[in-house]
């Protein structure tokens, strides 16, 4: 590491114009490609879901995959018996829009397809519409629309909205509801955005803590340079693989976070060493010698946890995973290159004014195991069982609501009020019924597919099941060897009862028509979707959690040669996640607060959040314990006082670790302020996972814990000594001038550190 550091140091011109260039190649190149093409592109391998859509697509009907969405009309006078004028004029138009890329649209008084052949053959208007698509007082109607591509975007549904809005009057009310019609109609940011705004939250707290601009800017600059080479990578990899459409916002938020903090463990050890009296050279070698290590082992923990989601085997998760890897491993390489690059040019500008006067004239002002968080490491030292049982009553308390954790999918009723897609929903529910939102299909496949006598049999079982709106059941033999029959519950799409209606037809009820027939029946629609990736993920959870810990577990065996330390820090890591899962269950599931930041009266949380989160939270968890326990380390290899090397290490970096923890917090909580679900419940459910490592398990729990401990922390059989490699975090004795700080006598001025 020295070597890095030396040759940055040497090379600093080089070394800040190689990072603009790659920069400006980078983006580019990317632009001449066309720019980022993220797509949701969602596949479940082996489930039901799978399987009705590769028969769809083999039968020629996999338009009937592609997504879809729902306009809503509502009369304010009058009724909607008949087609209002200028509806058929619109619709015909959009199916021209080649930014929309509708593929047809049903109404109650006519369909309309936009397929060429069909259109010049005269259907485009003139096919038969769905009585059931109005309301029974007449007065609401419902428009679906079906895209003409399984990739479409969010482009795509808001060309629909700006060209079917424009149907909107004193006498009919236009709303647009579903999946795809998400943030539509969100407004133009009139403030700033959530990274500006945890950039000028971490710039805050960098300057109280640094007290100098030079010092608060570096971790910044480092930050928005990562992130500048990471977004350009991340949309040159959607070309090659399937990036999800929020995995850009997932990265940022990753990047900011980490990125500030590992400059920010950099730059304090190199300020310590400046005020120790270290030339400004040496002091950067040291700081990357020390801190630097430990930078490059907590990240490579962060990017194992986030390529661990590809054990999960779902490919909806592999661009994720590997483009938020790339980004996190290059605010690694700008910390451990730019960075000491650019503290040779400030030198001893990282210091406050009066500082660096005091070191230019020699005084060194390293203050040694004095100040609040030192006060504190006694504290806990001498009251371990009070602060340890403390913090495990904390945790437990916010970890309770962990356990009703409910997988599934949030419908619009979770959408905040003003949004179309809420009013959309709530016009749906109260016009046609509570269930009306949830489409479920059951697609049979067999030679009696299209038996009338076959299928009266399904139809009349399928009534007989609770849960089942029995007047919406429609059956539409579509092949000689596939039908589809429709049907809604009488439950809301993301109801517990609905996803047990779903379990008890493939289990139960379906078996009986089936078997024996030749025929197979599948469960399909939104609800059945995320029963079977609820399903997927479950099963490969132990997998990840294996592969995720278990590798954690060697990185750390390794680096600080413990057994114990290891199962700690996993532990302690498990522990913070149930907490902070609890706090997001009862945000997000139970509803608290959620009409206060938007996220409605609480649903299911989505199927794939609890493993990012738990990768993401578990690398980040890593982040402190690794700069946390490498300082205690440290002191062990040199006093062997486990209590000393304890309350050094808490000392130490007690103040760093929680500073870091506030600019995380302050980035993830800048994140409530997006529009999406997803992104508000990885925002909160990250800032309040941060909080609750840094203030309560890395300053309560694991300290308590090590002195409890005493030198079992450090236990390290002989025969596990023997075939385990070396890689310290510790820098080599001839790199670390620690020996150099001699103790003060009492008559000294406490505020100095002799050289």
């Not at 996190?328 to 006067?357: C, D, E, Q």
Request: with cysteine.
């Amino acid at each position: 590491m020295s070597k890095i550091a030396r040759l940055a140091i040497a090379r600093r011109w080089w070394v800040v114009v190689g990072w603009i260039a790659a920069i400006v190649a980078i983006q580019l190149i990317a632009g001449a490609m066309g720019g980022a093409k993220y797509k949701d592109d969602f596949k479940l391998p082996h489930t039901e879901t799978q399987a009705v859509g590769d028969l769809l697509k083999k039968a020629g009907l996999d338009q009937a995959n592609n997504p879809s969405g729902s306009v809503v009309l509502h009369a304010t006078h009058g009724t909607l018996a008949s087609q209002p004028n200028g509806v058929a004029s619109k619709l015909e138009a959009l199916c021209t829009n080649q930014a929309a890329d509708i593929a047809s649209v049903t109404t109650p008084w006519s369909s309309v397809s936009c397929t060429p052949g069909q259109r010049a053959a005269g259907a485009g208007g003139g096919g038969p519409g769905e009585a059931d698509l109005l309301s029974p007082d007449k007065k609401t109607a419902i428009l679906n629309v079906t895209f003409g591509s399984q990739q479409a975007d969010v482009g795509n549904a808001q060309a629909v909205y700006d060209a079917l809005k424009a149907m909107r009057s004193d006498d009919l009310q236009v709303e647009f509801t579903g999946d795809m019609f998400t943030d539509v109609d969100a407004k133009a940011p009139n403030g700033l955005s959530p990274q500006t705004i945890g950039f000028i939250a971490a710039f805050i707290i960098l300057i109280v803590a640094f007290r100098t601009f030079g010092a608060a800017v570096l971790p910044l600059l480092s930050a928005g340079v990562a992130m500048g080479a990471g977004m350009g990578l991340m949309a040159l990899l959607s070309h090659g693989i399937s990036v999800a459409s929020w995995a850009p916002q997932l990265a940022d938020l990753m990047v900011i976070g980490v990125g500030i903090d590992y400059a920010l463990f950099v730059v304090t050890r190199h300020r310590r060493n400046l005020m120790s009296g270290m030339s400004v050279n040496d002091s950067i070698v040291n700081a990357l010698n020390t801190s630097g290590r430990a930078v490059l082992f907590a990240g490579t923990t962060v990017c194992i946890a986030l390529l661990g989601l590809c054990a999960l085997g779902v490919s909806f998760l592999y661009g994720v995973a590997i483009g938020t890897s790339i980004a996190v491993s290059l605010t690694m390489v700008a910390s451990l290159t730019l960075l000491p690059a650019m503290l040779s040019f400030l030198g001893l500008k990282v210091l406050p004014r009066r500082t660096r006067k005091a070191v230019r004239a020699g005084h060194v002002v390293y203050t040694a195991e004095r100040g609040r968080w030192f006060a504190w490491a006694r504290f806990v030292q001498k009251h371990s069982t009070l602060t340890g049982a403390a913090a495990l009553v904390i945790i437990g308390l916010l970890a309770v609501p962990f356990f009703s954790l409910r997988l599934g999918h949030a419908d619009q009723s979770n959408d905040p009020k003003g949004t179309t897609t809420r009013r959309g929903y709530d016009m749906i529910q109260t016009a046609f019924g509570k269930g009306y939102n949830s489409t479920l299909e059951l697609v049979i496949s067999g030679p009696q597919a299209s038996d009338k006598a076959y299928l009266s049999r399904v139809s009349t079982t399928l009534a007989g099941v609770p849960d089942v709106a029995k007047d919406s059941i429609s059956v539409q033999p579509v092949k000689r060897d596939i039908a589809i029959v429709t049907f809604k519950s009488t439950t809301g799409p993301q109801d517990a009862r609905t996803d047990t209606l779903v379990k008890t037809l493939r289990s139960k009820v379906l078996p009986q028509l089936y078997e024996g027939t030749g025929n197979h029946i599948y469960v399909y629609g939104m609800t059945a979707i995320m029963v079977d990736f609820a399903k997927v993920l479950s099963a490969k959870m132990l997998l990840f959690f294996a592969a995720v810990i278990g590798l954690s577990f060697i990185l750390l065996l390794v680096a600080f040669r413990s057994v114990v330390i290891p199962v700690t820090a996993a532990i302690m890591n498990m522990f913070a996640a149930a907490a902070s899962f609890g706090v997001a269950v009862a945000i997000f599931q139970w509803g608290w607060f959620g009409d206060t930041i938007g996220v409605g009266k609480g649903g299911p949380i989505e199927a794939f959040v609890p493993v990012i989160f738990f990768a993401i939270l578990f690398g980040l968890s890593m982040d402190y314990q690794v700069f946390l326990v490498s300082r205690m380390h440290e002191e062990w290899v040199h006093t062997k006082n486990n209590h000393r090397a304890v309350m050094i290490g808490q000392g130490e970096t007690g103040g760093i670790i929680t500073a870091a923890a506030l600019i995380m917090i302050s980035v993830f909580s800048g994140f409530i302020l997006g529009d999406g679900r997803v992104i508000k419940l990885f925002g909160i459910g990250l800032a309040s996972a941060i909080f609750l490592d840094a203030f309560v398990v890395r300053t309560l729990l694991v300290p308590a814990l090590m002195h409890k401990l005493g030198r079992g922390n450090w236990y390290f059989p002989k025969w596990l000594e023997r075939i385990t490699p070396r890689v310290s975090l510790e820098a080599p004795e001839e790199d670390v001038p620690v020996s150099e700080l001699e103790p003060l006598t009492t008559d000294e001025d406490p505020r100095l550190v002799r050289v």
